[in-house]
């Protein structure tokens, strides 16, 4: 794609990650094939395609839960390595996964700050994973992150994830994302589980996200959604990009064409 | 919040589990009736010093649960815990003939049972061979080594002052008081500092009737396990010594980052690494804690039968109360539920039901058969429970 690359240089705002690239197998299921991806500050990059297109790979090898095969990262231009997820956190990455990577064992602010508690001042005579919790802290985080996000039926923040429902847990992992410092948001399907209303909530958590100055990204095989929030569609297929279009360059019947038969003779909308 | 007073006795019974301190309600009723069951069945068996034996009995048991609280914690098991028991206890009287200071030689035996674990923790988190494998392996392996450290007769006796002195000295009664009182205080002073701290804040508090009931609930268990343990010998030092340190580990599994991302591995794993734990780290370290609190258990049970012998920590018996008194207390073999506390409950309550038929006169066949229901029957209440409050597991 790199007619694509080339042209997206002077059209879009400058990227703030990018990605070039990227392969990745699995056995010999290739998911990945020579993917190009890029989000901008200030903007919602949608990502679609159909069931195994290479979505969620995609987002784990931005997120470093998995470590692609080849390929390379910038971030505002300069080179960067993302091999593992404290790197890509170091790096202001932040993503909600499709299967939400929630412990239902521990309750809902334990999960909200899992892998970086709050710690109590003083104790440095002791090594850092030794130094007591600071769960108030922790319980204030949580129902801070938790109210950004209206979640009304959830009841306490010491409720234990394993008795909340779908929706109340996907709230969960979208609040963990979101309350965390960051520069960039992955969100993959976030609405799936969500009612009407608070798909909604979502919605503008992502719009909110953007006018912030995030870069986000936005997995959905909601047309309707995408079409409202995204300002770019990138389509993914058997593991290769289609094609990136400009959401208000295109229609949702060509980004179905192109994420079932994709890119036809003759179509010059891409971007 | 609405109010309670709709619910059915399933519901408050699960909302009770869902405390702080809920999780103990179980073994601590279980443990109740037993001591009612045998009270009546045989008046000796409340007496003080039936109690202070069963106590002393319960505290090797005790030691090897609560270590392997943390693996079950994670979703392994160690299978091979009673022979490094073995391994280390036949170390330190092997060190001691050898003329080595008793304490010196405890050092050693903590050494070497840091040493098992983490070779074990390093095949299971490296290698990747299932704990139960590693550890069914290390079982074997280590009842050999004993053996071979023991030399021909199997069997070493036991006289350096330091090591007897662990299981021999109690403390005089008025300094039992004294510790009880401080303890008492220290406990009222955190949990109210806590809800103080809690309502500065503006997050959830604890209901009153839960913060002082817990300050009560642990105030009468102290002062009464000292009045009897009193009106006998006085507290032994190996209570305080297993108190103090399933006290630490309790901290250090609740209370810190290590401790939390033991129960986030043993939930979710796959989450735990996205978050950017070190999975293997975290296996390896818990391991190592195991084959630590084994060297104890083996230090503690040299120090009580005043021998090493291949016969007291080989066979299975001692392993199998051990992972039976942690699974008692309520903890999962499924990781990520459970407490060191409640291994020590479930310690008491295997070492009391030994105790009660032994006085009893039961039999050999009769102890095996009983210890296999309560196992049973507490594992099933568990599953019963969390049935209702979860979807898995
Ligand atoms: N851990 C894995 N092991 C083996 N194969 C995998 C693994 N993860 C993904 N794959 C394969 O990679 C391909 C892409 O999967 P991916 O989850 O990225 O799809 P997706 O676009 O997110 O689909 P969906 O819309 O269903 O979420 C699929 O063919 C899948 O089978
Ligand atoms: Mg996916």
Redesign the pocket.
């Known amino acids: 794609m790199s007619s694509t690359a080339a042209v997206v240089g002077h059209q879009s705002p400058p990227a703030h990650l990018q990605v070039t690239g990227i392969g990745k197998s ?2 010999g ?1 290739e ?2 094939r020579e993917v190009d991806f890029e989000v901008a500050r200030g903007e919602v990059m949608a990502l679609v ?12 090898v931005l997120a470093g839960a ?1 470590a692609a095969d080849q390929g390379s990262f910038r971030m505002d231009g300069e080179p960067v390595s993302v091999a593992t997820p404290l790197d890509a956190t170091a790096l202001g990455i932040q993503i909600v996964y ?1 299967d939400l990577a929630l412990c239902e064992n521990l309750d809902v602010s334990a999960n909200l700050s899992l892998g970086a508690e709050p710690l109590k001042p003083g104790w440095t005579f002791l090594p850092r994973f030794l130094r007591p919790i600071d769960e108030i802290e922790m319980e204030v985080k949580a129902k801070a992150a938790i109210d950004r996000l209206q979640v009304r039926t959830l009841r306490s923040v010491r409720a234990k994830v394993g008795g909340l429902s779908g929706g109340q847990r996907q709230a969960i992992a979208i609040a963990r994302a979101v309350g965390a410092e960051s520069s960039v948001v992955l969100l ?2 976030p609405t799936a589980a969500l009612g009407v209303a608070q798909t909604r909530q979502v919605l503008d958590v992502v719009k909110r996200l953007r006018d912030t100055g995030h870069a986000v990204v936005y ?1 959905s ?1 909601n047309l309707r959604d995408i079409f409202e929030v995204a300002d770019r569609i990138c389509v ?1 297929r058997h ?1 290769a990009n289609v094609a990136t279009w400009r959401t208000s360059d295109t229609t949702p019947d060509e980004i179905v064409v192109a994420m079932t038969r994709g890119l036809e003779e003759g179509s010059d909308d891409a971007i | 919040m609405r109010s309670d007073s709709g619910l059915s006795v399933g519901q408050r019974f699960r909302q009770l589990r869902e405390t702080r301190f809920g999780a103990f309600v179980p073994v601590m009723l279980a443990l109740i009736a037993i001591w009612i069951y045998f009270g009546i069945a045989e008046p000796a068996f409340l007496s003080p010093r039936n109690f202070y034996f069963l106590f002393m009995q319960s505290a090797v048991v005790g030691t090897l649960a609560v270590g392997i609280t943390l693996v079950l914690l994670l979703g392994d098991i160690d299978l091979s815990a009673a022979a490094t028991a073995g391994v280390c206890a036949a170390v330190l009287a092997v060190l001691i003939v050898m003329g080595i200071p008793g304490p010196l030689a405890c050092l050693a035996a903590m050494l070497t049972g840091i040493i098992l674990g983490f070779v074990q923790g390093w095949l299971v988190a490296y290698v990747g061979i299932p704990s139960f494998v590693v550890t069914l392996a290390g079982l074997l392996g280590f009842q050999g080594l004993m053996l071979k450290i023991l030399g021909a007769q199997g069997a070493v006796n036991m006289r350096d002052p330091f090591v007897r002195s662990l299981t021999t000295v109690s403390l005089p009664p008025m300094l039992g008081w004294a510790v009880a009182i401080v303890c008492i205080v220290v406990f009222a002073v955190v949990v109210l500092r806590r809800q103080s701290q809690r309502r500065q804040r503006g997050v959830e508090l604890e209901s009153a009737l839960a913060l002082w009931g817990q300050i009560g609930f642990f105030a009468l268990i102290l002062l009464a396990v000292v009045m009897t343990l009193n009106s006998y010998k006085g507290v032994p030092l190996l209570v305080i010594l297993l108190v103090g340190l399933t006290a630490l580990l309790g901290w250090i599994t609740t209370s810190t980052p290590f401790g939390r991302s033991l129960y986030a591995v043993g939930g979710n794993a796959e989450s735990a690494r996205r978050v950017g734990m070190n999975v293997n780290y975290i296996r390896i370290a818990a391991f190592a804690i195991v084959g630590l609190m084994a060297a104890v258990a083996g230090i503690l049970g040299a120090s009580r039968y005043a021998s090493v012998s291949f016969n007291a920590f080989a066979g299975g018996p001692l392993l199998l109360e051990a992972i039976g008194a942690a699974v008692i207390g309520g903890t999962s073999l499924f990781g990520g539920r459970g407490s060191v506390w409640n291994a020590i409950l479930g310690a008491l309550v295997i070492g009391s039901l030994g105790n009660g038929l032994d006085l009893s006169g039961a039999s050999a066949a009769d102890k095996l058969m009983f210890s296999g229901a309560i196992l049973l029957l507490a594992v099933a209440i568990d599953a019963l429970s969390r049935a209702g409050s979860t979807q898995q597991r």
């Open positions: 699995f056995g299921v998911a990945l395609g159909d069931n195994g297109a290479g979505k969620s790979t995609l987002m784990k998995i499709q993959d399907e997995i095989h993914l593991g």
